[in-house]
């Protein structure tokens, strides 16, 4: 009788851990599938906010992640190379392999904007050339010498987005030749209609002689400031090239409607930096 008992007493202990364990098996399982599930809906939002490089806003809304990943914990510019909030810009890579952009942190569309074009203005300009020295010449070390790379920003008319942007990458070789070959009769610190016919477009150029682009050396300013009444800044396209000898080529282009031309001096880079 007292071993029936007992047996009896070890079947219900062994009943009870069995329910136990199938419970925790249970539990366990549910959390598994509640972890699933969650990561799953992560990763649809993740998937929801994409960014869609065929609209027009692609790089305010890249712009926006940057910035706000910087503020952060930890803060990281992802997805961006570089965010610099104090001086409110941001460094991204291009859509070529030796291709940078700068853009600012604040919402600006583009070239015409008034705000940019004052010689107080951020200088956007001097820091494109600061992070292209930086971007550009650690990629391609056959890139030494300051004329073989510059900066370019496209008219209203040639850009595929309204948030403003400066290429920087490398100079075509037989741009930064000509520019070169024709420096002592380019004019010093105004334009002065000095035309050079540069990949098939005409470029009225000027020389800068310090290596200031900032407040009367920016370009934006420059360039704004030599426009005729009739002329817009949506229509122009500007590049910056350096000067070997220390300094810089400031070109400019403009879009023309009745000749079907959409002034884009990025046209003047080298982007894979090849011809290098």
Known sequence: MKNFLFLQSSFGSNNL???NNRSSIIKYLFAILL??????SFINLASSQTLDQSD????????????????GQPPK????????????????????????????????????DPNISQSNSIPYWQYAWEQARKYVVSQKPQVQ???QYGLAINSK??????????????????????????????????????ILTLENNQYNIMR????????????FYLVNKSLGSSQKMADQSIAVVGRRRGGYYILKTESDASKGYNAAAEKLLDEDCSTQ
């Open 77 to 112: 510019p992802d997805p961006c190379l570089y965010v610099d909030l104090n001086n409110r810009y941001v460094v991204a890579n291009g859509s070529n392999q030796v291709e940078y952009l700068l853009l600012p942190t604040d919402k600006i569309e583009g070239i015409e």
């Open 145 to 147: 010498y300051r004329n």
């Open 56 to 71: 027009r806003d692609f790089l305010w809304q890249k712009v926006q992640k940057c910035v706000a990943n910087q503020q």
């Open 208 to 219: 800068l002689d310090n290596n200031s682009l900032a407040n009367n050396n920016n370009p």
């Open 35 to 40: 972890t699933s599930l969650t990561e799953l």
């Open 157 to 194: 008319q040639a850009r595929n987005q309204d948030q403003l942007h400066i290429h920087m990458s490398c100079i075509k070789q037989s741009v930064s030749m000509q520019l070169e070959t024709d420096d002592n009769q380019i004019p010093v610190g105004n334009f002065n209609n000095f």
């Open 17 to 19: 851990k069995l329910k």
